[in-house]
């Protein structure tokens, strides 16, 4: 019976090991060539920003009745300089985009939202003038909030919600201590029967 708690408990460990990857926060912005990078990592997700990332996160946002587009270069340097102002290192960018067409409670869709996550909308109502909204994470991938007017927009994930590779590890080096502990002294016992 010890033997087989103790394989579970190896595999536990093996399988938490191989899921590193996907729990790292961060890992959604895609790679920009040198020369287009706009603003570079300095938050704990390290996140670049680039005309590839700024390409996707166009795509990868979707609104119910409304248009959403690739934010421009200059609406994108302003949003992530505020947003570093407003939240320092614990902000997560999940995208940014520019919205027209809808006012009102808008109901979008993007792959960086979970539910359960502290998610905060970020509207530059004009040059250099930003609203910070809470939205409403209704289920994974789909966040609700309430606007007035159209223009570019950022969706923030405060990081003490998002998942951090750190904590992982601790609990992965954990678990292979326990298993260890108990492959000896399981080993022990077998060798004194």
């Not at 996907?22 to 990592?41: D, F, Q």
């Not at 609104?63 to 102002?85: C, L, P, S, T, V």
């Not at 970020?122 to 966040?143: G, M, P, R, W």
Request: charged letters at 20%; hydrophobic letters at 45%.
């Amino acid at each position: 019976m010890k033997k087989r708690i103790l394989a579970l408990v190896c595999a536990a460990v093996m399988v938490l090991g191989m899921s590193l990857s996907v729990c790292a926060a961060g890992s959604s912005s895609a790679p920009a060539k040198a020369e287009e990078i706009l603003v570079t990592g300095d938050n704990v997700f390290g996140q670049t920003f680039g005309t590839d990332t700024l390409d996707f996160f166009g795509k990868d946002t979707k609104a119910d009745g409304a248009n959403i587009g690739r934010i421009d270069d200059d609406a994108a340097k302003r949003m992530i300089a505020f947003i570093r102002k407003t939240w320092g290192q614990e902000a997560f960018i999940a995208s940014m985009f520019d919205m027209s067409g809808k006012t009102g409670v808008v109901s979008l869709t993007n792959s960086n939202v979970w539910k359960g996550q502290t998610v905060y909308v970020v509207h530059e109502v004009s040059k250099d003038n930003f609203e910070i909204i809470k939205a409403t994470v209704t289920a994974d991938n789909k966040l609700e909030f309430n606007v007035s007017s159209n223009s570019p927009f950022g969706i923030v994930v405060l990081s003490a919600n998002a998942p951090k590779t750190g904590e992982i590890i601790a609990m992965i080096c954990a678990l292979a201590a326990v298993s260890g502990i108990g492959a000896v002294a399981c080993a022990k016992k077998a060798k004194n029967d």
